[in-house]
């Protein structure tokens, strides 16, 4: 699969993706749906802010650093896309129980930064 192939699919996935999410907010009464509708609304704007951050990210990189293999930097794109979207929902479900606080926020954050760094840690590993 081309680079430009893997951009046309994701955008177009990520377009539908936002589409459902939309589709979601406006038809499901998050009250009589119960259990369903919240799965539903947040497994739909995980996907599509994951779309959306792969596909940002894969286009900053290629600008940026247009010598590294695609393949990586849409690996580490995805990566950061799968933690970034997690932090944004986690903190919505938090926001959502009335759970949020700046601490359980912080914590998060530095939760998912350890995740990022033991991956990167691995990588580093592996190339030296």
Same mark, same amino acid.
């Given at each position: 699969m081309t680079f430009r192939w893997f951009l046309f699919v994701m955008s177009l996935a990520t377009l539908t993706v936002w589409v459902a999410w939309i589709f979601v907010l406006n038809t499901i009464d998050p009250l009589q749906s119960g259990?369903?509708?919240f799965l539903l609304f947040y497994l739909t704007?995980? *996907?599509a802010l994951l779309g959306t951050t *792969?596909?940002?990210?894969s286009l900053i990189r290629?600008? *940026?650093h247009p010598e590294?293999? *695609?393949y990586r930097q849409t690996l580490r794109s995805f990566r950061q896309g799968v933690i970034l979207s997690g932090l944004f929902v986690c903190t919505l479900w938090l926001l959502a129980f009335e759970a949020m606080r700046w601490w359980t926020v912080l914590l998060l954050i530095i939760l998912f930064?350890?995740?990022e760094l033991f991956f990167v840690?691995?990588?580093m590993k592996h190339s030296v």
């Amino acid at each position: 699969m081309t680079f430009r192939w893997f951009l046309f699919v994701m955008s177009l996935a990520t377009l539908t993706v936002w589409v459902a999410w939309i589709f979601v907010l406006n038809t499901i009464d998050p009250l009589q749906s119960g259990l369903t509708g919240f799965l539903l609304f947040y497994l739909t704007l995980f *996907v599509a802010l994951l779309g959306t951050t *792969v596909l940002s990210g894969s286009l900053i990189r290629g600008w *940026v650093h247009p010598e590294e293999l *695609v393949y990586r930097q849409t690996l580490r794109s995805f990566r950061q896309g799968v933690i970034l979207s997690g932090l944004f929902v986690c903190t919505l479900w938090l926001l959502a129980f009335e759970a949020m606080r700046w601490w359980t926020v912080l914590l998060l954050i530095i939760l998912f930064t350890f995740i990022e760094l033991f991956f990167v840690s691995k990588q580093m590993k592996h190339s030296v």
